[in-house]
């Protein structure tokens, strides 16, 4: 009975010895751990330091830490474009004033030819020029005994009467202005008129 007995009695001590042992590895794991660190720690030269920790510590010991799920932004929609709309157009001037009526011939009757021009007018037309003043480039006198005269505004106008008392030079300045029935008259600077026309 007692033979029986002292094979259990070892079996039990081996099994506390063996747990005592497991009970203290991690600790002397630290510590042998914590001697290399020192050690690496202890160089001087960074790529000798840095050599001695990736021997004491290799890459397949060191457990990845794990990565932290990359954060999920919600989608926005597309804002619709909403296109803008026509600006209405500003009525013009014409559009906006009403315009009058013609007269007809028989509403026209006994009006003289400047009141009739002044009514057919368009409003919007300026008033016709009623002079021009220039200064003679040059005077020629024609076989006919008219003068013919070129201004410096490139107009060229030429007597429809003789008048003896008319005469001109170079240089001088003159005006010409509109005249009854149609017709135009040049003032001299010496204060004499001449019936004239244009030709050019």
């Given amino acids: 009975m007692s ?5 259990t009695h070892l079996a039990v ?9 497991a009970a203290r590895a991690p600790a002397w794991a630290a510590s042998a751990a914590q001697r290399k660190g020192e050690a690496c720690a ?5 790529t000798a330091r840095l050599a001695c920790f990736d021997a004491a510590f290799p890459r397949g010991s060191r457990a ?18 909403v296109p803008a709309a026509p600006a209405a157009a500003a009525p013009t001037a014409s ?18 030819a400047q009141q009739r021009e002044a009514l057919e007018r368009k409003p919007d037309t300026p008033p016709p020029v009623k002079s021009t003043t220039a200064i ?4 020629r006198k024609l076989p006919s ?10 107009q060229v106008w030429q007597q429809i009467e003789t008048d003896p008392n008319v005469w001109l030079e170079p240089g001088e300045q003159v005006t010409i202005r509109r005249a009854s029935l149609g ?7 010496r204060r004499y008129s001449t019936r004239v026309q244009r030709v050019q």
Avoid at 3 to 7: D, E, G, L, N
């Fill in 3 to 7: 033979r029986a007995i002292v094979p």
């Fill in 13 to 21: 001590v081996l099994a506390a010895g063996f747990l005592l042992l």
């Fill in 42 to 46: 202890a160089i001087d030269d960074p």
């Fill in 64 to 81: 990845a830490a794990p990565r932290a799920p990359a954060p999920v932004t919600a989608a926005t929609p597309p804002t619709a474009t």
């Fill in 95 to 112: 559009a906006a004033r009403p315009q009058p009526r013609p007269l007809t011939e028989a509403q026209k009757f006994g009006l003289s």
């Fill in 136 to 139: 003679v480039k040059s005077v």
């Fill in 145 to 154: 005994g008219y003068l013919r005269i070129e201004l410096d505004n490139d």
């Fill in 183 to 189: 017709s135009y008259l040049l003032d001299t600077p």
